[in-house]
Antibody
Framework: EVQLVESGGGLVQPGGSLRLSCAVS????????LNWVRQAPGKGLEWVSY????????YYADSVKGRFTLSRDNAKNSVFLQMNGLRAEDTAVYYC??????????????????WGQGTLVTVSS | QSVLTQSPSASGTPGQRVTISCSGS????????VYWYQQFPGTAPKLLIY???QRPSGVPDRFSGSKSGTSASLAISGLRSEDEAEYHC???????????FGGGTKLTVL
């Protein structure tokens, strides 16, 4: 069974840091493409970051570039989102989502076929 | 403010056909595939439609997607109470070089 499990959310003060984890199972991690997508309270979805595990290609949304860093650990079948310089507007539920390119027919940064349950990040003093 | 425009709410009665729209531009919907996600309160989104009009395995054929010019639509026929959810559209933005979402439409089944 395909599973993505996020952890690491919590309450942090503005300017602080937090590290989110996404542990996956049920599919081949080394050839997967994973994304972070967030949803502020009462708002729509916002794509945050993407990683192609096979070659470590990584992309970030402009809103987080320079503050967030995506990394991976193949031994743990996990990806990590290091979030520094957090702002109130980063408050959101952060979802880990698998991208499916269908052999190149779809952007893996848009076609999210499996999602985790999400982890809440609250930035407040 | 979202790059893609969706009406905040929509409603229908059981058995009815409802349509949810998503409006973009030539650099978004006009030149790229559209994806639709269904989200129940407190849960993660679920892929409903990909590549404008394709349904993943397990999605009922009551759900259909279409695209025309710079707009896209999600149609739900034979509306059921369990269809009450929020629906999000998404596509690629050629200007931003990244994916963008609509603000979501909350569907109420009366």
């Amino acid at each position: 069974e395909v599973q993505l499990v996020e952890s690491g959310g919590g309450l942090v003060q503005p300017g602080g840091s937090l590290r989110l984890s996404c542990a996956v199972s049920g599919f081949t991690f080394s050839s997967s493409e994973l994304n972070w997508v967030r949803q502020a309270p009462g708002k729509g979805l916002e794509w945050v970051s993407y990683i192609r595990i096979s070659d470590d290609t990584i992309y970030y949304a402009d809103s987080v570039k320079g503050r967030f860093t995506l990394s991976r650990d193949n031994a743990k079948n996990s990806v990590f989102l290091q979030m520094n310089g957090l702002r109130a507007e980063d408050t959101a539920v952060y979802y880990c989502a698998r991208g499916n390119s269908h052999g190149g027919l779809d952007p893996a940064m848009l076609n999210f076929d499996r999602w985790g349950q999400g982890t809440l990040v609250t930035v407040s003093s | 403010q979202s790059v893609l425009t969706q009406s905040p709410s929509a409603s229908g009665t059981p058995g009815q056909r409802v349509t949810i729209s998503c409006s973009g531009s030539s650099s978004t919907i006009g030149n790229n595939y559209v994806y639709w996600y269904q989200q129940f309160p407190g849960t993660a989104p679920k892929l409903l439609i990909y590549r404008n009009d394709q349904r993943p395995s397990g999605v009922p054929d009551r759900f259909s997607g279409s695209k025309s010019g710079t707009s896209a639509s999600l149609a739900i026929s034979g509306l059921r109470s369990e269809d009450e959810a929020e629906y999000h559209c998404a596509t690629w933005d050629d200007t931003l070089s990244g994916p963008v979402f609509g603000g979501g439409t909350k569907l109420t089944v009366l």
